[in-house]
């Protein structure tokens, strides 16, 4: 079991700050998901935890033990890599044993805890055959298994599913997902840009945006009280849709008056002194609803329809240079196309942002 703690970490290549002011608590036995856009900065922090960056500020600790200078052997922690980086030349049951073989261990306990892996990742019929005899999502248990033969305190994942088909990438993440409740004490991190394998694997979530931190929580804390309108996009799919407006009534409901028309009503309470201010109010795509007997929030005519069967998308004429707004309602609405729509949402599922940030968290 391992605790881990990043104080004021900051990672620069010469005059290129790309982290800064990264704090983060991580208890032994979670699984944390690093999750934002491409460049942020994700496999960097993930490679300064193993050791293969240097950290240029700020302190690392594991265990209570300082690690900014401590070697990536002696660190206690296992990565598994986007690509498999296999040996070609040898069998499964050689490549998860090699690092033990290096470690100078009996060769009774490397056979026994190559076994063991190999159980755990139902690998034991592939033992003996070489990884161009093997699909890639085998593959990538052999490289997830190289990493439990070790048994180190903290697993690093670095996009592990991303060179894999579709119908393979939910596969291994049920089997990563089995793997974490085999191994309950064991602390992982897990780098992705896919919000299905963040939602469905993290215990909790860090959002990097800005060179920093944008947000941590559980999946569903992310994804209901989002602290700014970068998380609020980012998580989710589609992304929220944002409505410029002003508060004209505040209470425990505040009531927002849109810019372009249109009235929304929100269960985030605002003081008296609130009035007239400038807001974003945010709906996701599948909180609205069509507007029926009251005011909407939006109204628009429907310029695409994606039928997915369950539910369908409703992407609506793109106003000058803003991003189109979207719907999802359940079932099938394949009539809907040119027509026009208008669309409300429940109050509690109405977010309201000033200056790119959630007044609940004020």
């Keep these: 079991m391992a605790d881990l703690k990043l104080e004021n970490v900051a990672k620069s290549y010469g005059e290129v700050q790309v982290l800064k002011d990264i704090d983060l608590d991580i208890k032994a036995g979670e699984l944390i998901v690093f999750v934002g856009p491409s460049g942020c900065g994700k496999s960097t922090l993930l490679r300064m935890i193993a050791g293969l960056e240097k950290i240029t500020g700020g302190t690392l600790e594991i265990d209570g033990v300082r690690m900014n200078d401590v070697p990536p ?23 998860m044993a090699f690092a033990l073989k290096i470690a100078k261990m009996p060769q009774a306990e490397i056979d026994a805890a190559v076994e063991k892996a190999a159980r755990m990742l139902q690998l034991e019929p592939y033992l003996d055959r070489l990884p161009k005899a093997l699909s890639g999502g085998q593959r990538q248990r052999v490289a997830i298994g190289r990493a439990i033969v070790r048994d180190p305190k903290v697993y690093l994942f670095d996009e592990p599913l991303s060179n894999l088909d579709a119908a393979l990438r939910v596969a291994t993440r049920i089997e990563i997902a089995q793997l974490k409740e085999a191994m309950p004490e064991r602390t992982m991190i897990y780098v992705t840009h896919d919000q299905v394998e963040a939602m469905t694997l993290a215990s909790r979530i860090v959002v990097l945006a800005n060179k920093g931190i944008a947000q941590v929580g559980t999946p569903l804390e992310l994804y209901e009280k989002p602290q700014n309108e970068f998380v609020a996009q980012f998580i ?4 929220m ?17 849109l810019d372009r028309g249109g009235v929304a009503r929100s269960s985030v309470p605002t003081q008296p002194a609130d009035k007239g201010l400038k807001v974003n109010i945010g709906v996701r795509p599948e909180d609205f609803v069509p507007a029926e007997g009251v005011e909407p929030i939006y109204t628009g005519r429907v310029d695409i329809v994606e039928a997915l069967g369950e539910v369908t998308l409703l992407y609506f004429e793109a106003e000058g240079e803003r991003d189109p707004i979207i719907a999802k309602l359940p079932g099938i609405h394949h009539d ?25 968290y004020r």
């Design 236 to 239: 989710g799919s589609p992304s």
């Design 73 to 95: 052997a002696n660190r206690g922690i296992a990565m598994v890599f986007q690509s498999y980086a296999l040996y070609p030349h040898m069998t499964v049951r050689d490549n």
């Design 336 to 360: 809907r196309r040119h027509s026009e729509i208008g669309l409300t949402a429940d109050p509690s599922k109405v977010h309201l942002f000033a200056n790119g940030q959630s007044l609940l």
């Design 241 to 257: 849709n944002l409505f410029p407006g002003e508060v004209v009534e505040t209470g425990a409901t505040t009531v927002v008056k």
